[in-house]
């Protein structure tokens, strides 16, 4: 069997003998180049199962490098060696289309990890998952979102999910993980909300025994325990400062420090966010980091609403009535009249398909076991769902205008003692005042 063949590229020498001993002992076929140009002669001759890539090159860069292959070769993953510290050229690689990035001094272990984890992805596909783990529908939105998932399997990079409550934030995290070289390793999914702050940093990286009051063993954090597979941080708006700063570093350095403990540790961890919020207004609030943004949307990803496709709601609910008549003992899952299905098809569905699945549990309770009628549905008129979901966010907005300008009388508008009031950052309530309108009063 002939070995994996590598390109190497880069033009000090003794980096380039590093790499090349350090993956000559994992028994692979290396290639050297230095320049551009000579990398460009190698492809030009044969293929690679596998390139690594200096960022800075004597005749180019080699995010240049990493665009070419992509159209040349795009089944083939890049790796691009950056400087220490530079995050935003291990960003910008990522954007481009690298698989992932090593930073100089280049760590053997963390170079044979990654070359492990390319070589993972010219295996055979891991089989797709059991029903109610597939992005099911036909909708053009749905197609490209398959798409999207095959392609960000075979990456490493930091990918954001963003959506409303119920468009499957976390199945389309998971399968990025399925369907890519992580697949045999842990997926852990934790939702950032559900965390007290007091506890938060220990739940993230760990502790040591007697580190706290009530820490009466070691634990081990959330990366740790993701060693190897794909963290998902869900909800990952409601960090609080304090741990957005802290996460940012583990990011950063692939390391993390756990409470008590003097030395940090090396991680091999992907991590894929999420949120219903809207980041980049968050941040422009100042209630988000924006360094912590630029490195966790490095691809973002959008789920869509079943609203917008509607034409998808038969298949679903027929998938979904077939799994919960299984589950609950039926040989045959009921029909939906069609009469059911239009309603179905004009409902908004605030909740997404969260609220279709519980929808239709309910509806296999009241129907007659054969068939659901519109009745078993028990659907709220569409326009007073719409009507209380805008008249709920005017109340929100009413009382937080109202919040803000009593603040300001009691301070005589002194902004700075008013957002001390508020429990918010001056810029962030300064945004909001903006947002509002009272500064047009």
């Given at each position: 069997m002939i070995p994996p063949s590598v390109l190497i590229v880069d033009d000090e020498p003794d980096i380039r003998e590093l790499v090349e001993i350090t993956l000559s002992r994992m028994g692979l076929r290396t290639n050297a180049a230095a320049t551009l140009a000579e990398a460009r002669e190698h492809l030009s001759r044969q293929s690679f199962d596998v390139c690594i890539t200096d960022m800075r090159l004597p005749d180019g860069s080699g995010i240049g490098l990493v665009a070419e292959i992509q159209q040349r070769a795009p089944q083939t993953p890049v790796a691009v060696i950056t400087a220490y510290g530079n995050a935003e050229a291990a960003v910008e690689s990522l954007k481009a289309g690298a698989f992932d990035f090593v930073s100089k001094p280049v760590d053997v272990a963390a170079l044979r990890k990654l070359v492990d984890a390319a070589l993972r992805l010219r295996g055979p596909r891991p089989p797709a998952r059991e029903s109610g783990g597939e992005l099911l529908g036909e909708h053009e939105s749905i197609r490209q979102l398959r798409e999207l998932v095959e392609r960000l399997a075979r990456s490493q990079a930091p990918v954001h999910i963003t959506g409303e409550s119920g468009t499957g934030k976390e199945l389309v995290a998971r399968l990025i993980h399925d369907r890519g070289p992580r697949a045999g390793c842990p997926f852990v999914a934790v939702n950032c909300g559900a965390i007290p702050n007091e506890l938060m940093e220990s739940e993230f990286f760990g502790h040591l025994k007697g580190s706290f009051t009530g820490a009466h063993r070691d634990k081990a954090g959330l990366f740790q325990a993701a060693e190897g597979g794909t963290l998902f941080l869900d909800e990952v708006a409601e960090l609080p400062m304090h741990m957005q700063v802290k996460l940012l570093r583990a990011l950063q350095e692939r390391r993390v420090r756990a409470v008590g403990a003097e030395a940090e540790v090396p991680v091999n961890v992907r991590v894929i966010s999420a949120t219903h919020r809207d980041l980049a207004e968050l941040v422009q609030a100042g209630n988000f980091r924006q360094d912590l943004f630029y490195r966790l949307d490095v691809i973002a990803v959008r789920t869509p609403p079943l609203r917008e496709r509607a034409g998808d709601i038969p298949l679903l609910a027929q998938r979904i009535l077939a799994r919960i008549?299984?589950?609950?003992?039926?040989?045959?899952?009921?029909?939906?009249?069609?009469?059911?299905?239009?309603?179905?098809?004009?409902?908004?569905?605030?909740?997404?398909?969260?609220?279709?699945?519980?929808?239709l549990e309910r509806a296999l309770t009241l129907c007659d076991g054969t068939c659901i009628?519109?009745?078993?549905?028990?659907?709220?008129?569409?326009?007073?769902?719409?009507?209380?979901?805008?008249?709920?966010?005017?109340?929100?907005?009413?009382?937080?205008r109202q919040a803000i300008r009593e603040a300001l009388q009691k301070t005589r508008y002194n902004k700075t003692r008013a957002a001390e009031l508020l429990g918010m950052s001056f810029r962030s309530l300064r945004y909001r005042i903006k947002k509002l309108g009272l500064d047009r009063e």
């Open positions: 008549a299984g589950d609950a003992g039926h040989a045959v899952a009921p029909a939906l009249e069609p009469e059911a299905l239009d309603e179905l098809r004009r409902y908004p569905f605030p909740g997404n398909v969260r609220e279709l699945e519980n929808i009628r519109a009745a078993d549905l028990q659907l709220r008129p569409a326009t007073s769902v719409a009507d209380s979901a805008s008249g709920l966010e005017q109340q929100k907005e009413d009382l937080e």
